[in-house]
């Protein structure tokens, strides 16, 4: 059964001067235009395309990838706006619409929202909603503890910033535990810290999920030997400017420093740490 806005693997069944017809089953043929034809093929070769509907909402194929596909959360940029609503750029030649109804803001050109790809149940077209809460999975989400995961980061809260999880959950990543660059629209990986009794997920962007001494010490020594073996930061150095010049919190520095110097790698001087290969 054809799904618009899926990917398919179709049996090329026909040529004609302005392309390929495709066997769609139930659906009929369709047409996979001349500018998307693979140089070699022939007859009865499968081949993977993108389903969608052209400008008169005929089924048509592409070998293009969009951006995103039917059922899927993605940040896209908004290329125009009319009377019924904000069309986003999803990587295809036909842009689709985010309804006014579907908008929690009003959208303007050039703006970045989260949106959901969905198939409109009256119009049977591809359309965008940027009232994503209400395509979110609320049952109890099945992760685990450790379990690395597919991360977009959608909102910034005065906890940190929250993600969906998956394609599927919601998950916060505390703005306490976060040492690298993120914002609206991220796709990354993280991993699941905790799974709380109401379903809620704490997330990490570190493979721990919890503050690893191995990890923030190999990101120290890495520091010192880029900045020549030295670096003006002590225990009593504030905890902002450590973060400023390190990306850690003090707490996970005092760790990192007491491992290396365990291991006799660095030497701790009155005005900062130093590699013990470096000479003053």
């Known amino acids: 059964m054809i799904e618009i806005g899926k990917y398919h693997t179709l049996e090329i069944v026909k040529s004609l001067h302005f392309g390929l017809y495709l066997d769609g089953g139930e659906a009929g043929e369709i047409l996979l235009p001349t500018r998307y034809v693979p140089e070699k ?29 039917v059922g899927d959360f993605a940040c896209l940029k908004v290329v125009g706006v009319d009377q019924i609503g904000a069309f986003v750029d999803w ?25 959901y790809i969905y198939v409109d149940d009256k119009s049977h077209r591809i359309a965008a909603s940027a009232k994503i809460d209400k395509y979110i999975d609320k049952g109890m989400p099945d992760v685990v503890l ?8 959608y909102q910034k809260t005065d906890l940190g910033y929250k993600a969906i999880v998956n394609n599927k959950y ?3 990543i505390y703005e ?5 660059s ?34 923030f010490a190999q990101i120290l020594l890495q520091r010192l030997e880029k900045a020549n073996g030295f670096l003006p930061v002590t225990d009593k150095t504030s905890a902002d ?11 996970n520095f005092k760790k990192a420093v007491g491992n290396l110097y365990k291991q006799r790698l660095i030497t701790i001087e ?7 290969n470096q000479k003053n």
Do not use: C, H
């Open 170 to 172: 919601v998950g916060l």
């Open 41 to 69: 093929w022939e007859i009865g070769d499968f081949i993977e395309v993108f389903i969608y509907l052209d400008n008169e909402e005929r089924l048509i194929a592409t070998t293009e990838k969009p951006f995103a596909q």
């Open 241 to 251: 400017q450590i973060y400023d010049t390190l990306s850690m919190s003090k707490k």
């Open 91 to 115: 990587g295809l030649m036909k842009n689709i619409l985010v309804p006014f109804r579907e908008q929690k803001n009003t959208l303007r050109v050039g703006d970045t929202p989260i949106v």
């Open 176 to 180: 306490n535990e976060i040492f690298q």
């Open 270 to 276: 009155d005005n900062g740490i130093r590699l013990t």
């Open 182 to 215: 993120v914002r609206i629209g991220l796709k990354t990986n993280g991993f699941i810290k905790q799974v709380r009794e109401d379903g809620k997920i704490d997330l990490s962007l570190s493979k721990s999920g919890i503050e690893k001494i191995d990890d």
């Open 146 to 153: 450790g379990q690395e995961v597919d991360l977009l980061i």
